[in-house]
């Protein structure tokens, strides 16, 4: 139509057909406009729907627990305060001349009581009834999920670095374990590694259940560090995962320079009644809340000291 309206004006035919002008020099044209999925407002990604994958839903990282795997002895379902006895030290015999004339030394074992009390471990969370009906994964199966893992990584970091106020008793600071000495915090050599294994060697706690328990960053470096002067084997022997001949696990709920050599059963990690996971929908119904609260009450100390070596 624009075609045949120019060409009557000018009284001639076009080989193909007429443009207006106003196309060469923007009068009377909007604005360029872009159609595209992801333009501005209203020029596109209104029409661009979204595919919600629930099933790939990505959690946390947490951090390895190893305490259990390492052989920490575990009492289940207590429900009073629990109290084990210890021997704190034995008689030692002794030669004596004549018997008519020479007694033998007096010397009697000394007992001891390691008293484990519950301690309360727990995290609590809100949830809207909408969400808990519309979200995808289970928001309910979710954070169940959750608050139980909270509870393990809690557990298991007590273990090492508990401080023993209304918490277990670490071995980190724990009465009477071994203490290596190493230079340089972050860089032990490998004659310092096998004072840990000396030590608990001097006092018959050398055993095949001992395990080495430390962070990841100095895992890594023992990794990296030979066990003599190029000799191609690491202090940690990444394909075994051992160390000087006994298993090896790293964790990050140990502190970064934390080095542990122990009969790991020599540690108690005692859990009274479980756990215990509480949904309430009352006290926030007016908001249209649930309210998540799992709690655990449980205590740790070290049952003996001796087969324990620390750098801390």
């Known amino acids: 139509e624009v075609s045949n309206a120019i060409s009557s004006r000018c009284n001639r035919s076009a080989d193909g057909f007429f443009v207006a002008p106003e196309a060469f020099t923007g009068k009377g044209k909007r604005d360029d406009v872009l159609l595209s999925a992801d333009g501005s407002a209203t020029d596109g990604p209104e029409l661009v729907g979204a595919e919600f994958r629930g099933g790939e ?5 947490r951090p390895n627990m190893v305490a259990i795997q390492a052989g920490v002895r575990v009492i289940n379902g207590a429900t009073q305060d629990v109290v084990i006895p210890r021997k704190k030290s034995g008689s030692a015999a002794a030669w004596v001349g004549d018997e008519a004339t020479t007694a033998f030394t007096r010397d009697a074992p000394q007992f001891e009581n390691i008293t484990l009390v519950p301690n309360h471990l727990g995290t609590t969370v809100d949830v809207s009834k909408q969400l808990l009906v519309q979200g995808l994964p289970d928001v309910d199966s979710l954070i169940r999920d959750d608050l ?3 509870i393990a990584v809690a557990l298991d970091a007590s273990v090492f670095t508990g401080d023993g106020s209304n918490k277990p008793q670490g071995v980190d600071g724990a009465t009477g374990v071994h203490t290596a000495t190493i230079s340089s915090a972050a860089a032990p050599t490998a004659a310092e590694m096998w004072d840990f294994v000396g030590a608990l060697d001097t006092v018959g706690a050398l055993s095949e259940n001992l395990a080495w328990i430390t962070h990841p960053t100095m895992a890594s470096y023992l990794k990296q560090k030979d066990i003599g002067t190029d000799t191609g ?3 940690w022997d990444y394909q ?6 006994y298993k090896a696990f790293s964790t990050s709920n140990a502190s970064a320079t934390d080095i542990f050599l122990a009969q790991w059963d020599s540690y108690i990690l005692c859990i009274f009644d479980g756990i ?10 007016k908001k249209r809340l649930l309210t998540y609260t799992v709690n655990i009450m449980a205590d740790g100390n070290v049952r003996q000291p001796g087969a324990i070596c620390t750098n801390a």
């Open 276 to 285: 215990d996971l509480v949904v309430d929908p009352y006290s926030n119904a």
């Open 233 to 235: 084997h690491k202090v």
């Open 240 to 245: 075994t995962n051992t160390m000087l001949g």
């Open 57 to 61: 839903f990505v959690d946390v990282l």
């Open 148 to 150: 139980n893992q909270s």
